[in-house]
């Protein structure tokens, strides 16, 4: 995620510091359940089994499963006892702001034998819940769906939920950080998604954690004359015999929550290749195809430069998606970034900025995702970091002015918002994820000069594909690579109070802490 920090008062030069099935189920007859408030549910557990069937032990006891995996600054996100296999969503759109029919598969494989099981579920009224097509009893508490399957679900099977419910399009909810407004987007004439941290609980019933995975269909219903937009490849495009369109979509990757993306509007595609013929697709507002297109067109050439150093883009396609809304931030959402139209029509150096932070997540971020919050650090300040050197080598801004007015405000950030691998919950997303973590970074390669620094980021992005990873991992495979234990170098520079000397520059100073 690309924080505007810029267009919320933050106003700075360019030299300056900136932080910068058929959805089907209208008509069809319903069970309507009886939803209990506020059910107790006994102690959460922290984390969940390692996924992976296997055979139920014969004196197996089914218990629930724990409401969230027990992260520190979030520890209802997430759910335990299951594994998520693949999402189905099919969502049946009507107008901007008017609620409509949704329905959700989660197809799931218990990794405990399990009496019941949560889904992170806010919001929306909960029409019907069946698990394997048997109606389950159903229980909100908060922003936990609490699930009770007619028989217990031993350990190693298969089983499949289905969540009936209609959606509301207006749900949104409010961060004091970068993020502020979070969950459906409205835009003139129909909606886009921001998820980050957590708000796909808002959209759809989820395993909702940044280190959690799994691939999604979407089948999308518009009006005639709307296109819907998802994650991933078009599979097909089927007129309903009433007239309205089904947009079928497929993840190609399995994707965490926070980086799913669907919308809604008059949007054109526009097509393009980038390096190796990878197939770039942009989602366009018809009216913007032509004033967003110099910038969009240079996405090839920001893939070649992130590639010389990250390697191969991690995934099947890419594309940007043009927000015609008032979004405070650019999204990393999976293979369709979204970037805000005023961005695209506005000043060269902050346009590529944006693109290239939300492109650098598809490798760290997106491809290796972050494996509890804290690790927040690891995602953002390799986006940023990036994204400003790409700018210094291409007429923008200069680098290294940025890294030392960083390490000027450094201490300051760690007062205000915790030190790089150690947010709060409410300054997750505030400027030292930004800056001050891509300042880690560049302490590190003033520690260990260039080359080593590449081979360490080729490295991590190599090692850890597809998967989640931490400080600690990040930690260790620096030192393996660099051929030194860079512990007691990076941990003054990630936890505590106080800003390290800067390598190189001994003549940078941190300006004094205001309360």
Do not use: C
Not at 85 to 92: E, P
Not at 108 to 113: L, V
Not at 305 to 328: N, Q, T
Not at 376 to 382: D, I, K, P, R
């Amino acid at each position: 995620m690309k924080a505007s920090f810029t267009r919320r008062g933050i106003r700075t030069r360019r030299t300056a510091l900136a932080l910068t099935g058929a959805v089907g189920i209208t008509g069809a007859a319903v069970l309507t359940l009886t939803l209990t408030h506020g059910e107790h549910h006994g102690p959460a557990r922290a984390g969940r089994p390692a996924p992976g069937a296997s055979a139920r032990p014969p004196d197996e006891i089914p218990s629930p499963g724990a409401r969230g995996l027990g992260d520190p600054l979030l520890p209802l996100d997430g759910n335990g006892g299951y594994t998520v296999r693949r999402y189905t969503l099919a969502f049946d759109w009507r107008a901007p702001g008017t609620p409509f029919a949704a329905a959700a598969t989660v197809s799931a494989t218990a990794t405990q034998a399990l009496s019941r099981f949560d889904l992170d579920f806010a919001g929306n009224t909960l029409h019907t819940v069946t698990v394997d097509g048997t109606p389950a009893k159903a229980v909100r508490d908060g922003d936990e769906l609490v699930v009770t399957p007619g028989r217990p679900i031993a350990r190693g099977r298969a089983f499949s939920v289905r969540v009936a419910y209609t959606a509301d399009p207006t749900q949104r909810r409010h961060r004091d950080d970068a993020i502020q407004d979070y969950g459906w987007v409205p835009t003139p004439d129909g909606t886009l998604l921001s998820l980050q941290p957590d708000g796909a609980k808002m959209i759809f019933p989820a395993d909702d954690h940044p280190s959690v995975r799994a691939p999604f269909t979407f089948r999308i219903t518009t009006p005639p004359g709307l296109t819907a937009v998802a994650n991933g490849r078009l599979v097909e495009r089927v007129r309903q015999p009433d007239g309205r369109i089904r947009w079928t979509y497929d993840s190609e990757h399995p994707v965490a929550a926070q980086l799913v993306q669907m919308a809604v509007g008059t949007y054109a595609f526009v097509d393009g290749k980038g390096p190796r013929g990878l197939p770039v697709r942009d989602a366009v507002p018809q009216d913007l195809v032509t004033g967003t297109e110099a910038y969009r067109a240079l996405t090839p050439q920001h893939l070649a430069w992130l590639e010389k150093r990250l390697g191969p883009y991690p995934f099947r396609r890419y594309g940007v998606l043009v927000g015609d809304a008032d979004l405070p931030v650019a999204l990393e959402t999976q293979s369709l970034s979204v970037v805000p139209s005023s961005d695209l029509l506005g000043d060269r150096v902050d346009a590529e900025r944006n693109l290239v932070h939300e492109l650098t997540h598809h490798w760290t971020g997106d491809s290796v995702a972050i494996r509890r919050w804290s690790d927040l650090w690891l995602s953002e300040g390799h986006a940023r970091f990036y994204e400003l050197l790409y700018s210094d080598t291409h007429d923008g801004i200069d680098f290294e002015e940025m890294m030392r007015s960083a390490y000027e405000q450094h201490d300051q950030w760690r007062h205000d918002d915790g030190a790089p691998a150690e947010p709060t919950e409410p300054t997750l997303f505030r400027q030292m994820r930004y800056d001050g973590s891509a300042l880690v970074l560049y302490a590190l390669r003033e520690k260990v000069g260039e080359d080593t620094f590449d081979r360490i980021e080729r490295s991590w992005v190599t090692t850890y594909r597809g998967r989640a990873a931490g400080t600690r991992d990040f930690v260790r495979l620096a030192s393996d690579v660099a051929r030194e234990d860079l512990t007691p170098f990076l941990t003054p520079w990630l936890y505590g109070p106080h800003t390290p000397p800067m390598p190189g520059h001994p003549d940078w100073q941190v300006d004094p802490v205001q309360d």
